[in-house]
């Protein structure tokens, strides 16, 4: 599949091996980004998601297959993509010789803004993110969450159609973190392409409209958060702690609860430090649903239920589910 | 690759639309580096001047006086000891910070990410270096006025002179290139101390070559280090009267090596450049 015309980012067949390395690092991957959305790249370290960015920045290049941001090819016109992609990387990168402000207007400089027009979005941006009371530090004073929101606005200041941002939240505290996710929600609002790198489930579930996993350089899933989830059949579990009241033994519970049609199967749990017997009710579909008819069922048997603990799956066990191990 | 046709980049406010293309953004790096140079200038100037200044008080005016060199000596050695500040300030502009900015810093970055060809980032090192390079070469001349009384001159050499500095500035600058691209990161210390101190002192700035003639063996070794022809060089322009290889040898020999280095370092430079 080649021609998703007018996307902000379209792979095809997208491999990269190292030199002297025994496998692809990249091993066939193909995907299309639209205008506007935010696109997460979810794997563990080494899963080929920073080789992909890399391709897609000019910074590395690819071994075969195809990439074009916001139209452009970027192994056959590298300069024109680098004018129409902006970069939050990893790692401090900030230019140390400079203050914060001249960060941001040096960087515009380079991309041909017109210098009235750099002066006003550096101070516009400065503000949005909270750097205003120190401009003229130097990036080694600041914090780690600080050095990142200069990064970002630093590669806002060229107005780029597509932002990479590469394990943005890496390092940075929750607070630091819970901005960053507001500036990318500001972003995509404003119309701004987001790509974004992350092994961090929350950050890709909360911030990206699709979702692509990734695991030894091949795309093992590419949808909406939600829609990956929902995907997951027999996952659904509702952990029932019971109060034994007037029921025999908890045997009858667990008769009156494998009755239910929606229940696929109950495994009763052993909990030493709990008062009462439990048990976990694995389900079909919605779990909340499905609150009453447990209930109405426990009561059957002479039982009330104390507590229960509704288990969705995530976008973890969709990872477990895909690649057969976790994450971290 | 279609980089050469220019953007135009227009300001959303209708404010002004212009051209722009890989040039301006070269131009731009440029003016950063000017920048920072300018705010930095006697910091610089200290770090380039000492050697080369020390240099000539030691072996110019010292041992002269004492009388272990010989009256006309700080004479041979001036020229050699703008070569020395021009080739060495060109090769410490490039190779520091390009080890630096490549392996701790990172700050290379937002050039290789800015729009013009990586090779152009490579050059315009080249052509700031070359500009420190220049500068601490140039500075030498009112150190030897002060220093020395007077510096050898002979009339009709300034254009001649000028251009072997910045050869010699341009040879510096690429030598730089090479170390700062090859040499890895935790190997650089060791590899200044073994490179540094032999161009340092095989490079004809103290000496002029041919007199090497009773030395062969470190005849051989300087005439392969290409900054002995930019120290011959400039003694045959400002001193014609000592030996010396001749002028127009010098600027073929330079030149060749400026471009065999520049060629040598893009390569270095592009393989840590791009992935």
Known sequence: MGGESGAAVEVTDLVKRYPKAPVDSVAGITFGVRPGEVFGFLGPNGAGKTTTIGILTTRIRLTGGQARVAGVDVMADPVGARRVLGVVPQQNNLDRSLSVRQNLLFHASYHGVPRALRRARADELLAQFGLDDRPDGRPDDFSGGQIQRMMIARALMHAPTVLFLDEPSTGLDPAARLFMWERVAQLKAEGTTVVITTHDMEEATVLSDRVAIIDHGQLLALDAPAALVRDMAGERTLDCTVDPGQAVDAGTVYRELVKLAAVDRVEPLEDPGAAGWRYRVYVQGETAPLLAVVVQAIGDAGASLTDVRLGEPTLEDVFIHLTGRSLR | ?275
């Open chain 2, 1 to 275: 690759m279609t980089t050469a046709e220019p953007m135009v980049v227009v300001d959303p406010s209708g404010e002004r639309a212009r051209p722009w293309g890989p040039w301006q953004t070269g131009l731009a790096i440029l003016r950063r580096d000017l920048f920072v140079t300018g705010r930095e200038f006697p910091i610089f100037l200290a770090q380039v001047i000492l050697q080369p200044l020390f240099l000539l008080f030691v072996f110019g005016k010292v041992l002269t006086q004492l009388g272990y060199a010989r009256p006309g000596y700080a004479e041979v050695l001036f020229p050699g000891l703008v070569a020395l500040a021009a080739v060495l300030t060109g090769l410490q502009s490039t190779a520091l910070p390009l080890v630096i900015e490549f392996s701790y810093s990172n700050e290379i970055e937002d050039r290789l990410l800015a729009p013009l060809p990586i090779g152009a980032v490579a050059l315009e090192k080249i052509v700031i270096a070359a500009v420190r390079a220049t500068i601490a070469a140039a500075v030498m001349f009112p150190i030897g006025i002060w220093l020395l009384g007077s510096i050898p001159w002979t009339a009709g050499a300034a254009a001649g002179v000028i251009a072997m500095t910045l050869i010699g500035a341009l040879l510096g600058a690429s030598m730089g290139l090479v170390l700062g691209t090859f040499v890895s990161p935790n190997r650089i210390n060791v590899t200044f101390a073994l490179v540094l101190t032999p161009l340092l002192f095989t490079g004809s700035s103290q000496y002029p070559w041919p007199s090497l003639s009773h030395i062969r063996w470190f005849q051989v070794v300087s005439a392969c280090n290409p900054m002995t022809y930019v120290s011959e060089g400039l003694r045959g322009l400002m001193v014609p009267s000592v030996p010396h290889i001749q002028t127009w040898i010098c600027f073929v020999a330079a030149i060749g090596a400026w471009l065999i280095l520049t060629a040598i370092g893009m390569i270095g430079f592009r393989r840590r450049a791009v992935g």
